[in-house]
């Protein structure tokens, strides 16, 4: 599943090639996304030149003269820069034609992924409306962290996850996260101490933007690009590593279920 990391070396990819270039045609081969695509698009985005391309959570903003599209990439989508008369593959479901001659072609097996066309700030969108802030923003610190798990029973793992508590922190991130900070991902959300907040907040600045960085290293042909995801190239502490010594005090790293989802952690340096 493309998580944020891979979501924000999308957008820069594409913002790259999309910025300032006028749309020449929408063309939707399958309008049975996750939700049905609006088929008028094909007469309302030709003319329109792309101003910019944002990102909340993991939804991609394609901002054009009069409205924004929402994006997502939902379990197995990608969204790829090509020349626009390529050949379409099983599974490409539409492609945004640029004046340059290139397209902007998304292809899911999985048909989770979504596109939504809103005049209005995109950011009122029932989707986007009510997250929490994002995690590389300024504001995602301990103090906030402390704030939102006061007194809350719910293991800190799955309240890290919780995209109204921050956006786009998935397992994995969550995950390595919990064991840079140091603590068991079972411990209550409002008994963990402040100190340890704090270096919560910044262990998952931490692997999410090591995973951004990872994820640049495909960036430069982008147009060509196999959709290898950044965290493989990442050097993980525990995600999917059970029964393998800990990196740091060679206890073997354990594995549970938690809320339907494997946890990794290390017993001794999680607590
Ligand atoms: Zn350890």
Known sequence: MPELPEVETTRRGIRRALRGRRIAGFELRNHKLRWPVDRSLTKT???????????????LLIELEQGTLIAHLGMSGSLRVMPADAPWLKHDHYEIRLDDGHGLRFNDPR???????????????????????????????????AGRARSRKVAI?????????????????ASEALFRAGINPRRAAGRVSRERLDRLAGGVRKVLGEAIRQGGTTLRDYV????????????????????????????????????????????????
Request: aromatic fraction near 12%; proline fraction near 8%; include cysteine.
């Open 111 to 145: 048909r989770f992924g979504s596109l939504h066309w809103v005049t209005g700030d995109p950011l009122e969108h029932p989707l986007l409306k009510g997250l929490g802030p994002e995690p590389l923003a300024r504001g995602f610190d301990g103090t906030y962290l």
């Open 45 to 59: 985005l030709p003319g329109q030149r792309v101003v910019d391309v944002r990102r909340r959570a993991k939804y």
């Open 224 to 271: 060509n690009a196999d959709g290898t995801p950044g965290y493989f190239r990442q050097k993980l502490y525990v995600y999917e590593r059970a029964g393998q010594p800990c990196r740091r005090c060679g206890t073997p790293i354990r594995k549970l279920a938690q809320g339907q989802r494997a946890t990794y952690f290390c017993p001794a340096c999680q607590t």
């Open 157 to 173: 793992k799955q309240f890290l996850m919780d995209q109204r508590v921050v956006v786009g922190v998935g397992n994995i991130y």
